[in-house]
Every structure is written in structure tokens, then in C-alpha cells.
């Protein structure tokens, strides 16, 4: 914030532009909202692509078609 040291200030990753703690607080949930969306992203992402390869290998099991063609083929979509 305002009464922070040049040295705390090039340290920090955020720098407040004021000393208030409702800015703090703000800050913080910030913070928590970013934190959980990626981490929604990357279980959702984690999700899918399980499912994907899962469903690859099946179908490549069931029709004995090259596994590499079905990859291709959801990659394609």
C-alpha cells in the first residue's frame, strides 16, 4: 500500500493502491475466486480427456480398428 517500503513493494506480486482493509479483503477473495476457477478448468479438462481416450480405446477394442485412427478421429471434432 501506500506505507509499504520500495523493497516490500518490488518483493510483492500485488501491490495495493491503498492501506484500506476492505481493499485487503477484496484481495483476497480475488485471489480464491482465480484459484478456484482454475482449478475447475483443469477438472473439467482432466475430465474430458479421460473420457476421450477411455472411449478411443474402447471403440478401438470393439471394432479392432488401429487405436491411433480413433484418436484421430476425436481430434478431428
Known sequence: GIAGTDVAK???????????FS?????????????DSISK???????VNVVAVTVAIT???????RFIQHI???LLL
Open 59 to 65: 471403440g478401438a477394442c470393439i471394432t479392432q480398428v
Open 41 to 47: 478448468f483443469l477438472q473439467f479438462q482432466l475430465t
Open 23 to 35: 481493499s485487503i479483503v477484496k484481495a483476497v477473495m480475488w485471489g480464491r475466486n482465480v484459484y
Open 10 to 20: 518490488e518483493a510483492s506480486d500485488i501491490i495495493l493502491t491503498d492501506d484500506n
Open 72 to 74: 484421430h478421429h476425436i
